[in-house]
């Protein structure tokens, strides 16, 4: 399996991500900067966090128009698997790869801190390695994490087990007081309808060792790894 | 030559959390008479154009594709020409 880290201007879990996956994972994995046309005919294409294009307009709207998202729209529509993670998710919905929209924290704040989220998907090849209501202890890092869209594109999210993960308490239990930002229906990661697409404000890539706190993270690395191998 | 004033707001089925919170500051200020509160973008741009209704057409097109996000925002237009 082969990986690309893609760098914006303004990218700052790219090195995270790049670590994880080669020195955890030991997955082939290069960095794709911004102005590239092509993605190198990788199996993972990671959208990294940060604030690219210093979150100018709205988050992720800018990096949209970077050269290499064409490519990665070209990735995405042969199957392949795309991951964006905070930042990342953001470019994937400004994009359009993933319905909705981000909204302000529902705090004002920017939140940093360890959350729990609970797997409500396990077939996605982001998620096979995870059980049904597995709770993940994994760290947040955002301004703007409180993901919006409308009734009936929640309705088909919801229908579809599209809701990979939403905010809970370390119990699971679900609850306004355990989500972190005020996201609808407590959503912290969606799919695409094909299901090759995860977006998800967590960070796997800062939990995929237990000495950063926790490992929970690195499931949803191994999850990709064994889909792509099958 | 034309000039642009473009503001997009939030759309009213959208909660506005950082409306609300000013809206709080001014009421603990004692402006007790403001009812309710949004806070928005305001772009301003000039454009060379030939006539009034192509530079409708381009703003509505650069409204879509880049300055609002249709999800959660709306906006108003208002076009002058400048001589």
Partial sequence: MKAAVIVFPGSNCDTDCWHVLRDVLNIQVDFVWHKETNVGGVDLVVLPGGFSYGDYLRTGAIA??????????????????????????QVLLETGLLPGAMLRNRSLRFVCKHIYVKTENVTSLFTNRLKHGEILKIPIAHGEGNYFCDEQTLETLEQ???????????QGTLG?????????????????????????????????????????????WESILSAANV | MFKAKIDVTLKKSVLDPQGQTVLQALHSLGYGTVDALRVGKHFEMTLQSEDRKRAESEIKLMCERLLVNPVIEQYTVELEELR
């Avoid at chain 1, 290499?68 to 991951?83: K, L, N, S």
């Avoid at chain 1, 094909?194 to 800062?206: C, K, Q, S, T």
């Fill in chain 1, 64 to 89: 949209r128009f970077s050269p290499v998202m064409q490519a990665v729209q070209e990735h995405a529509r042969q199957g392949r698997a795309v991951i964006g993670i905070c930042n990342g998710f």
């Fill in chain 1, 160 to 170: 579809n087990n599209r809701i990979a993960f939403r905010y809970c308490s370390e």
């Fill in chain 1, 176 to 220: 306004d007081e355990f989500n972190p930002n005020g996201s609808l229906a407590h959503i912290a990661g969606i799919l695409n309808e094909r299901g090759n697409i995860l977006g998800m404000m967590p960070h796997p890539e800062r939990s995929s060792e237990s000495m950063l706190g926790s490992g929970d993270g690195r499931k949803i």
